[in-house]
C-alpha cells in the first residue's frame, strides 16, 4: 500500500524559510515523479512543484525563485525548501504520487506565515 507523509510545516515569520517533507513507503520510489500541492480553505488544489524521477523539476509561477523542490531516493524522501516566505503562503500543502495510475496523497501539513 501506498503511504505519503508530509513533515515539516509550522509558523514562522514573512520572509523566513521552511523545509518540509514527503516520506514515502511499499513502492519503488525512484521510479516515480512526485507533486507538492497546496490548497487554502474553500479552494481548490493548486500545483507549487514537481519533480521527475531524473530529478527534474517545474514550478508553478508563484514559488519560482522563492521554492526548491528535491528529492533523496536513499530515504525514499522528497523535499521542498521554501525561502522567502509570504503570508499568502499560508495554506496547506500536500505531496502526491501516482502509481499505477492512481492518485495518492499524503495528510497534508499547515503552513502558516505571520506578517
Avoid at 42 to 69: C, H, M, P, W
Wanted: with cysteine.
Amino acid at each position: 500500500q501506498v503511504q505519503l507523509v508530509e513533515s515539516g510545516g509550522g509558523l514562522v515569520q514573512a520572509g523566513g524559510s521552511l523545509r518540509l517533507s514527503c516520506s514515502a513507503s511499499s513502492f519503488i520510489f525512484s521510479s516515480f515523479a512526485f507533486g507538492w500541492y497546496r490548497q487554502a480553505p474553500g479552494k481548490q488544489r493548486e500545483l507549487v512543484a514537481t519533480i521527475r524521477s531524473g530529478g527534474i523539476s517545474n514550478y508553478a509561477d508563484s514559488a519560482k525563485g522563492r521554492f526548491t523542490i528535491s528529492r533523496y531516493n536513499a530515504k525514499r524522501t522528497v523535499y521542498l525548501q521554501m525561502n522567502s516566505l509570504k503570508p499568502e503562503d499560508t495554506v496547506v500543502y500536500y505531496c502526491k504520487v501516482v502509481v499505477d495510475r492512481s492518485d495518492y496523497w499524503g495528510q497534508g501539513t499547515q503552513v502558516t506565515v505571520s506578517s
